[in-house]
C-alpha cells in the first residue's frame, strides 16, 4: 500500500517564500505530482518528479529523493492567489496507474 | 479548462435513491479515473478504466459501480445512497505515458438529503 503525510495548514506572508513538505511510503514507485486545489475546484497539475532532484516550473520548485521517500513544493513571490490546497501524491508502479494523494496541506497567504 | 467534462455539476436527490455522473476523457486519453472527495478530506480513489477495461479498483463500495464505454466516456453509478456519500465526485482522465499527469473535470457535487 501507500501511505503520504503532509502537514495539514501552514500560513505564509505575501511576496514571501514558502516550502510545503511530503513524506511517502510506497510498495511501487512512478513518479511523484504536486497538485494545487482551490476550494470548490478540481485539482490542478503543478509538477511531477521522478527522478531525484529539483524541477523549476517559475514560481513554483519541487524536489524528489527517492531513497528518503521525500518531497517539497516550493512556492517564490507568494501571491494572495496561491492560497489553495496543495495535494501530493504518488504513482505506483506499472500496472496500476492511479494517483494516491495525500489530504493536503491548506496554505494561506496573509498580506 | 483540462479537457474532461463531468456532468452534471450538481445534483440533490434523496436517501436511497441512484443516481448516474458522466465523464468524458480528453481526447486522445484512454484512462479514466473516479475519485470522492468529502467535506474537508483528502481525494479517495474509487477506481480506473483503461480504454474500457477494468483496470484499478480502491475503496469504491459495492452499491457504487462504473463503466467505460467503446467512445471512452464514463458513467459512475451509485445506488441506495446514504447522507455520508454527499461529497465531490471527480473524473479525470490522462494519457499512456507514465509521466502522463491526471487532468481532472470540475466534478459534480452530490448532495443526499
Known sequence: GQNIDQPTEMTATEGAIVQINCTYQTSGFNGLFWYQQHAGEAPTFLSYNVLDGLEEKGRFSSFLSRSKGYSYLLLKELQMKDSASYLCAVRGSRGNEKLTFGTGTRLTIIP | ?113
Do not use: M
Not at chain 2, 23 to 28: A, Y
Not at chain 2, 66 to 73: C, E, G, I, S
Open chain 2, 1 to 113: 479548462d483540462s479537457g474532461v467534462t463531468q456532468t452534471p455539476k450538481h445534483l440533490i436527490t434523496a436517501t436511497g435513491q441512484r443516481v448516474t455522473l458522466r465523464c468524458s476523457p480528453r481526447s486522445g486519453d484512454l484512462s479514466v479515473y473516479w475519485y470522492q472527495q468529502s467535506l474537508d478530506q483528502g481525494l479517495q480513489f474509487l477506481i480506473q478504466y483503461y480504454n474500457g477495461e477494468e483496470r484499478a479498483k480502491g475503496n469504491i463500495l459495492e452499491r457504487f459501480s462504473a463503466q467505460q464505454f467503446p467512445d471512452l466516456h464514463s458513467e459512475l453509478n451509485l445506488s441506495s445512497l446514504e447522507l455520508g456519500d454527499s461529497a465531490l465526485y471527480f473524473c479525470a482522465s490522462s494519457g499512456r505515458t507514465v509521466n502522463s499527469p491526471l487532468h481532472f473535470g470540475n466534478g459534480t457535487r452530490l448532495t443526499v438529503t
